[in-house]
Nanobody, 122 residues
Framework: QLQASGGGLVQAGGSLRVSCAAS????????MGWFRQAPGKEREFVAA????????YYPDSVKGRFTISRDNAKNTVYLQMNSLRPEDTAVYYC?????????????????WGQGTLVTVSS
């Protein structure tokens, strides 16, 4: 029901936008989040946006470089990634939480996409 896309190979310092399209149901009343998992590491929180799009939340590791946004009319959430670093290399997953407010906790997300690979070369 959540389909992530837009991953690829980019050089360090470059930009990339990944998207997450929902199908089969609407997530307009859900908070949406992005997580990532690098090889050999645990999955970590990247960004979250409230159901309205007015509130966002980021960890320090991406704050100021990544921007999450959503278009409820298109049932799609985006993650704009700028100033990419090799350590941003990971599979990026989108997820939906019924909490409505942005949340960093995986346990609060009920729906997960399949992931899209982002590779940042040095």
């Amino acid at each position: 029901q959540l389909q992530a896309s837009g991953g690829g190979l980019v050089q360090a310092g470059g930009s990339l936008r990944v998207s997450c399209a929902a199908s089969g149901r609407t997530f307009s009343s859900y908070a949406m989040g992005w997580f990532r998992q690098a090889p050999g590491k645990e999955r970590e929180f990247v960004a979250a946006v409230s159901w309205s799009g007015r509130s966002t939340y980021y960890p320090d590791s991406v704050k100021g470089r990544f921007t999450i946004s959503r278009d409820n009319a298109k049932n799609t959430v985006y993650l704009q990634m700028n100033s990419l670093r090799p350590e941003d290399t990971a599979v990026y997953y989108c997820a939906a939480s019924p909490e409505m407010r942005p949340t960093e906790y995986e346990s609060e997300y009920d729906y997960w996409g399949q992931g899209t690979l982002v590779t940042v070369s040095s």
